[in-house]
């Protein structure tokens, strides 16, 4: 049976991967979240074999939580490294930020099943990730929508018989608007997803397309395409969750309703597939339509794939500037239009390296906010 530690329990990802651990009957092994929170003690206690890994916590709540659970809560960063190295486990990584690179590479290096939805593993940590992968004979398989779209699609083919990876984009919510438009778009209309509900960081990233530019970054790691072959469609409807186009002309695309439990499930059971809850798709009566994004008025895209193509420490620069960026948008301290601006300042301004660890990665990701903040003033 599979046995799951599932980090960042606590989050939309973390709490829709119980709910179908659940559901399939699986072992929850271990859980983990980034702070005490309610939610937490309530996850502690529906699983009371579970390990409880806190990576931050005050000295009264460790007290209070080493009473209550006894041996089997772990605290600091290092306790979800150490959740993730739970031998023959598959380790759903639901981490927010850089902070999930170490669990990623540690579960892949004692050769664990990762089910990998912190995208900042690979945009920032791409090459450390493979490399711990090829090290310890884990396997990496994707949870992100589109990226377990085109993993299901790729079932059977071989990697040189594919021309290109398209991956779809809704739009977000300012699809159309011009660049005039976009300077005075508020946080609460950035915040106002057209389809998916998801945190704040990653709906301003659909906004801005910054979310679609490190899935891009993602796929190069993922499936080994080159960036001249993965390009971006916008998909309002977000039905056609992503497609693969081979040599011979033929597409393949995954299609399905917008719901995460889907992939999440695919990512702990495939190739095998479990029943689901989702009623039977509906194609009669649907419209779908596709377009090229705007990546004029939305410079995040060309960002990334500028990023990507230079890798080393560029895709880290990335990701950590970006962060900072949105996070000052949405503490309204600058406009929505800046988050660009500041994302390309500092990818001039911090020096191109080669990053071969999680320290380097780590180091870099670290310079980089700091380049960000001293771009926050003049941007606003």
């Known amino acids: 049976m599979t046995r799951l530690v599932v980090l960042g329990a606590t989050g939309s990802i973390g709490r829709q991967t119980l709910e179908v651990a659940d559901r399939l009957g699986l072992e929850v092994a271990a859980i983990a979240a980034r702070s005490v929170s309610d939610r937490l003690l309530e996850l502690a206690a529906a699983y009371p074999e579970a390990l409880v890994g806190v990576a931050g916590a005050t000295p009264t709540e460790r007290k209070s939580l080493a009473g209550d659970l006894a041996e089997r809560v772990l605290f600091g960063p290092e306790a979800l490294v150490d959740l993730a190295r739970i031998s023959g486990a598959t380790i759903v990584n639901g981490i927010v930020g850089v902070a999930g690179l170490p669990s990623s590479v540690a579960a892949l290096e004692v ?44 079932v059977g083919e071989q990697t040189d018989s594919v021309r290109r990876l398209i991956l779809s984009a809704s739009g977000g919510p300012f699809r159309g608007r011009t660049s005039a438009e976009l300077e005075s778009v508020t946080v609460d209309e950035a915040l106002a997803h057209p389809t998916w509900n998801m945190g704040p960081r990653i709906t301003i990233d659909s906004a801005t397309l910054m979310n679609k530019a490190f899935e891009v970054i993602e796929a190069h790691y993922l499936f080994g395409i080159d960036y001249d072959r ?131 990665v780590l180091d870099v990701d670290r310079e980089a906010r700091a380049v960000a903040h001293g771009h926050i003033g003049g941007a606003c």
Do not use: W
Request: proline share 5%; hydrophobic share 40%; charged share 25%.
């Open 111 to 154: 050769g664990n099943r990762l089910a990998l939805a912190n995208k900042e593993s690979l945009v920032a940590g791409g090459d450390v990730v493979l490399t711990a992968g090829d090290r310890g004979g884990g396997t990496l398989v994707p949870v992100d929508s589109e990226h377990s779209a085109i993993h299901q699609c790729l």
């Open 230 to 360: 993965i390009d971006v469609v916008v998909h309002p409807q977000s039905v056609v969750h992503s497609l693969v186009e081979f040599v011979d002309g033929s597409l393949k695309a995954h299609l399905g309703e917008p719901d995460m439990r889907v992939p999440i499930q695919y990512a702990i059971t495939g190739p095998a597939r479990a029943p689901g809850t989702l009623e039977p798709f509906d194609l009669a009566g649907r419209t779908l339509s596709f377009e090229e994004p705007d990546r004029k008025v939305f410079r995040c895209l060309d960002l990334g794939y500028a990023a990507g193509r230079a890798g080393g420490s560029a895709p880290a620069v990335l990701n950590a500037a970006d962060e900072v960026a949105v996070q000052a948008f949405l503490e309204r301290r600058i406009g929505f239009s800046s988050i660009a601006v500041i994302v390309e300042r500092t990818l001039d301004d911090v020096e191109h390296r080669t990053l071969t660890s999680v320290e380097e």
